[in-house]
């Protein structure tokens, strides 16, 4: 019994310090040149979360990180993009609810699969929306934004960042909801959407408070409600749909950060604690927060399990609003 103890105990020990030698001598990868971080549309809290990160990689890695739009297809495009650029770590996709989730059931023919093509790397932040429309509109509360859209259906219009985005199918839902009928104009990011909300030219939307908020605080816009659960902290008089006659409803809209597929796993595992340092760092957790973005900060594992969720969760939807991409 003695000899077996201690035969067990040097393997035990053997097996430690060949772990420990393995540890130092598995190299510790960095990026070799510049890497590209591609954003699959423009002008939207995607874009400004990957300008955010962007210089903060660069000071952890050591390469230049550099921001490119690649917008259209509902994000397709730029997905589809990074889906078949090399696994070296040279390349990352900011990823949506759009393309990694609703596109899937929104489209007909994908040229991607969102849970084979990519390497998730962190879920970074997740996000109910606001509904807002033009203080000129004359919509006072969400009782009377459906009044007068159901009774006038062809005259009211909404926006959405683009095609099958969450700013797009949560109005989706909301008309699934409450009986309603109006004109979907999708843009190719939230810029060029509140823009023409501001003007006039549409008459509501969904976005993120990032991309509304400022316009809200000058009284260029006014909030209806939002589609969490609860109301947010920094507007506790806007109902939420629920609380609205809505009941359960609720849609969130999050942004993550991938790699194609294949990407070998000490490179995911470098950027995944590169991504919850910066995340959970004072500067940047304090400009979230001001966006009204919960920090996520997951593991690999708990955004893959995610996407696929959401799969399920968007997709439901798409199939009992009848949408489809345009």
Not at 91 to 108: K, Q, R
Not at 163 to 174: D, I, K, P, W
Not at 183 to 191: C, D, E, F, M
Not at 236 to 244: I, Q
Request: glycine fraction near 8%; charged fraction near 20%.
């Amino acid at each position: 019994m003695k000899i077996h103890r201690k035969l067990g105990a040097a393997l035990a020990l053997c097996a430690c310090a060949m772990s420990a030698a393995a540890a130092q001598a598995a190299p510790e990868w960095r990026p070799t040149k510049p890497v590209r971080i591609v954003v699959p549309i423009t002008g939207s809290t995607n874009d400004v979360l990957a300008r955010l990160i962007a210089p903060k990689l660069q000071e952890a890695l050591g390469q230049p990180f550099v921001v490119e739009n690649k917008p259209g297809a509902g994000g397709n495009i730029g997905a589809y993009e990074v889906s078949r650029a090399a696994p070296d770590g040279h390349t990352l996709l900011i990823g949506y609810n759009g393309p990694m989730a609703i596109n899937v059931t929104l489209f007909d023919k994908m040229p991607f699969d969102p849970q084979k093509d990519f390497a998730p790397i962190t879920l970074a932040v997740k996000s109910p929306q606001f509904l807002v429309v033009s203080p000129d509109s004359g919509f006072t509360d969400i009782k009377d934004f459906i009044a007068k859209v159901k009774a006038d259906p062809k005259k009211y219009t909404y926006g959405s960042v683009a095609v099958g985005s969450a700013s797009h199918l949560t109005m989706e839902m909301m008309k699934s909801a409450a009986h309603f009928q109006m004109t979907h104009v999708p843009y190719r990011g939230a810029g060029p959407a509140v823009t023409d909300l501001i003007a006039g030219n549409i008459h509501a939307g969904f976005f993120v408070p990032g991309n509304v908020q400022g316009f809200v605080k000058e009284g260029r816009l006014k909030l209806l409600a939002s589609t969490g659960s609860q109301r947010f902290p920094s507007t506790p008089d806007v109902p939420t749909l629920a609380e609205s006659g809505l009941k359960d409803f609720e849609a969130t809209s999050w942004i993550g950060l991938l790699a194609p597929a294949r990407t070998p796993p000490h490179i995911i595992n470098t950027y995944h604690q590169a991504m919850v340092r910066i995340l959970n760092s004072p500067d940047i957790s304090k400009r979230l927060q001001e966006m009204e973005f919960e920090t996520v900060a997951g593991t690999p594992r708990q955004f893959s399990d995610w996407i696929g969720t959401e799969i399920g969760r968007w997709g439901s939807v798409i199939k009992a609003t009848g949408a489809k991409a345009d």
